[in-house]
């Protein structure tokens, strides 16, 4: 079991698709969300995924395939 | 003495006792450091951090972490300038630069380093670790050498190479990585969950982001105790933006300086603008963006701290600028020409954006305004080469030189030609 904590951020376009809703249906994981945020140009949601490490990173890499910008939680890590 | 009390999250209130964590448990958002201003007021004075060293460790009493641990290399308490020559050139009045080049490493990341290393030594770790687009890795690597510590930075393969060798010369681990931005952060971010290092930005982030108040305490020092009326910041994370102006209202609220009522403008490059964007958009929520620009100090496309630097925006009154590639190179050869500081990518930012802001109208002439310089133009030569003047090239002779001397200022004189030099 591994947990990580991520942002969503989501186009306007993909802000109806439940998304986070799918990953805990087509993988073995599960969402917990903490924070999130809608308004017209721009939607995301801090959440922590719990499973298994390969299944989080197929669950991710399914979410970036929807259009769903993925990255760690403290925002960008590299600093200038 | 340190008067840091306890981290608190900025989201939802709680509060954690002093640790190297970055997150809240409860709603995953940011901690920073709460200080017992009360046991502040009265041992914080004018004179006791007039009596201090010339560096940022006069602010010590400001600081998280025990002076006892401090690694000092002489960073801070760089010079504020009045530049009445680059205000003429963008219509101001009074303009003064906070000239941070000079520091141990030639950038301000020199300030936010020496809060995260003193810190981190307190809590008993061994190695310091960071993932940078350069400034960082050299801040890093060099407090590291100071303090005879263990250290590994992770960069991007396609740095500009004044600063991979600003890191390579302290003798770190530096691991180059090869893939894309971000590539470099998942990796970066997994090994900062398995191995037990200080890594400056990540779990030490928010002692380390305290550091650039020094910023803001110095200015108001330096003005002579007071605030300026408007402030321009480079802004990556948005971590500096909001400190510098933290910094400010700290000095307030120990009766240090006036009320500031100081306007705070952030400055970005378009090809990695999601601040300014979401500025100029009315909302506090930034789309991400993919950077593309030669400012790779401020190439951050999914700032940590966007959110909050747009609410100090919003309650300063303060606003946000872009500047294209061009712009950020003109901004450099300004910066140089009229004033004599050789600035890197981020500089050229700054002095591009303080221009459109006055042309604007959104700074007005007679705002008495700080723009931060804040790393220096030799990290990044590359950004003006072809751009800069051009040497004249004579053999050892007088006639020959004589020649070449009267055919460039004949080429000065031309019609097109801003005057001899
Ligand atoms: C020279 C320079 N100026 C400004 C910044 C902006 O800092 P921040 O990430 O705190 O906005 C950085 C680094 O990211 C930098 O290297
Ligand atoms: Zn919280």
């Given at each position: 079991?591994?947990?990580?904590?991520?942002?969503?951020?989501?186009?306007?376009?993909?802000?109806?698709?439940?998304?986070?809703?799918?990953?805990?249906?087509?993988?073995?994981?599960?969402?917990?969300?903490r924070?999130?945020?809608?308004?017209?140009?721009?939607?995301?949601?801090?959440?922590?995924?719990?499973?298994?490490?390969?299944?989080?990173?197929?669950?991710?890499?399914?979410?970036?395939?929807?259009?769903?910008?993925?990255?760690?939680?403290?925002g960008?890590?590299?600093?200038? | 003495?340190?008067?840091?009390?306890a981290?608190?999250?900025?989201?939802?209130?709680?509060?954690?006792?002093?640790?190297?964590?970055?997150?809240c448990?409860?709603?995953f958002?940011?901690?920073?450091?709460?200080?017992?201003?009360?046991?502040?007021?009265?041992?914080?004075?004018?004179?006791?951090?007039?009596?201090?060293p010339?560096?940022?460790?006069?602010?010590?009493d400001?600081?998280p972490?025990?002076?006892?641990?401090?690694?000092?290399?002489?960073?801070g308490?760089?010079?504020?300038?009045?530049?009445?020559?680059?205000?003429?050139?963008?219509?101001?009045?009074?303009?003064?630069?906070?000239?941070?080049?000079?520091?141990?490493?030639?950038?301000?990341?020199?300030?936010?380093?020496?809060?995260?290393?003193?810190?981190?030594?307190?809590?008993?770790?061994?190695?310091?670790?960071?993932?940078?687009?350069?400034?960082l890795?050299?801040?890093?690597?060099?407090?590291?050498?100071r303090?005879?510590?263990?250290?590994?930075v992770?960069?991007?393969?396609?740095?500009?190479?004044?600063?991979?060798?600003?890191?390579?010369?302290?003798?770190?681990t530096?691991?180059?990585?090869?893939?894309?931005?971000?590539?470099?952060?998942?990796?970066?971010?997994?090994?900062?969950?398995?191995?037990?290092?200080?890594?400056?930005?990540?779990?030490?982030?928010?002692?380390?982001?305290?550091?650039?108040?020094?910023?803001?305490?110095?200015?108001?020092?330096?003005?002579?105790?007071?605030?300026?009326?408007?402030?321009?910041?480079?802004m990556?994370?948005?971590?500096?933006?909001?400190?510098?102006?933290?910094?400010?209202?700290?000095?307030?609220?120990?009766?240090?300086i006036?009320?500031?009522?100081?306007?705070?403008?952030?400055?970005?490059?378009?090809?990695?603008s999601?601040?300014?964007?979401?500025?100029?958009?009315?909302t506090?929520?930034?789309?991400?963006?993919?950077?593309?620009?030669?400012?790779?100090?401020?190439?951050?496309?999914?700032?940590?701290?966007?959110?909050?630097?747009?609410?100090?925006?919003?309650?300063?009154?303060?606003?946000?600028?872009?500047?294209?590639?061009?712009?950020?190179?003109?901004?450099?050869?300004l910066?140089?020409?009229?004033?004599g500081?050789?600035?890197?990518?981020?500089?050229?930012?700054?002095?591009?954006?303080?221009?459109?802001?006055?042309?604007?109208?959104?700074?007005?002439?007679?705002?008495?305004?700080?723009a931060?310089?804040?790393?220096?133009?030799?990290?990044t030569?590359?950004?003006v080469?072809?751009?800069?003047?051009?040497?004249?090239?004579?053999?050892?002779?007088?006639?020959?030189?004589?020649?070449?001397?009267?055919?460039?200022?004949?080429?000065?004189?031309?019609?097109?030609?801003?005057?001899?030099r």
């Amino acid at each position: 079991m591994a947990s990580r904590r991520v942002r969503f951020t989501f186009e306007p376009e993909l802000i109806k698709e439940p998304v986070i809703y799918r990953i805990g249906h087509l993988f073995d994981v599960v969402t917990n969300i903490r924070m999130a945020d809608v308004d017209e140009t721009v939607g995301w949601v801090i959440l922590e995924l719990s499973g298994d490490p390969d299944e989080i990173e197929r669950a991710t890499a399914w979410a970036e395939q929807q259009g769903v910008r993925v990255d760690p939680l403290a925002g960008d890590v590299v600093e200038g | 003495m340190s008067f840091d009390r306890a981290l608190r999250c900025r989201e939802c209130g709680r509060e954690y006792p002093l640790a190297p964590v970055f997150s809240c448990e409860f709603c995953f958002g940011p901690l920073e450091v709460a200080y017992d201003y009360d046991a502040m007021r009265g041992r914080v004075t004018r004179e006791s951090i007039a009596a201090g060293p010339a560096t940022l460790w006069r602010y010590a009493d400001l600081l998280p972490c025990d002076p006892e641990y401090r690694v000092d290399i002489g960073t801070g308490f760089t010079p504020l300038q009045r530049a009445d020559r680059l205000a003429a050139a963008v219509g101001l009045r009074t303009l003064w630069l906070k000239n941070d080049t000079v520091n141990p490493t030639w950038s301000f990341k020199d300030r936010v380093v020496s809060v995260a290393i003193a810190r981190a030594r307190q809590f008993g770790f061994e190695v310091i670790a960071c993932a940078s687009t350069g400034n960082l890795a050299n801040a890093v690597c060099a407090h590291a050498a100071r303090a005879g510590m263990d250290v590994f930075v992770f960069i991007p393969d396609d740095l500009e190479h004044g600063k991979v060798v600003g890191s390579a010369v302290y003798h770190p681990t530096l691991v180059m990585v090869d893939g894309t931005y971000d590539d470099v952060n998942r990796l970066c971010t997994e090994v900062s969950q398995s191995y037990p290092w200080a890594f400056v930005n990540i779990n030490v982030r928010p002692y380390y982001a305290e550091g650039s108040r020094t910023l803001g305490f110095e200015v108001a020092e330096q003005l002579g105790w007071r605030a300026p009326e408007a402030c321009v910041v480079p802004m990556a994370s948005g971590s500096l933006f909001t400190k510098i102006h933290k910094g400010l209202t700290e000095f307030a609220a120990l009766g240090l300086i006036d009320e500031p009522g100081t306007r705070m403008f952030g400055a970005q490059a378009e090809g990695c603008s999601p601040i300014t964007t979401a500025h100029r958009a009315g909302t506090l929520n930034f789309v991400p963006q993919k950077p593309n620009t030669i400012a790779r100090s401020l190439a951050i496309g999914n700032p940590a701290d966007g959110y909050y630097a747009l609410k100090t925006m919003a309650e300063t009154e303060g606003g946000a600028e872009m500047a294209t590639d061009e712009e950020i190179v003109d901004g450099i050869r300004l910066l140089a020409e009229t004033e004599g500081i050789f600035a890197e990518t981020a500089g050229g930012v700054t002095v591009a954006c303080l221009r459109k802001l006055v042309a604007s109208g959104a700074i007005a002439p007679d705002e008495e305004t700080v723009a931060f310089i804040t790393g220096a133009g030799l990290k990044t030569v590359e950004a003006v080469a072809g751009r800069v003047a051009d040497p004249l090239r004579v053999p050892a002779r007088t006639e020959v030189f004589a020649e070449a001397l009267a055919e460039r200022r004949g080429q000065a004189a031309a019609p097109a030609g801003a005057g001899g030099r």
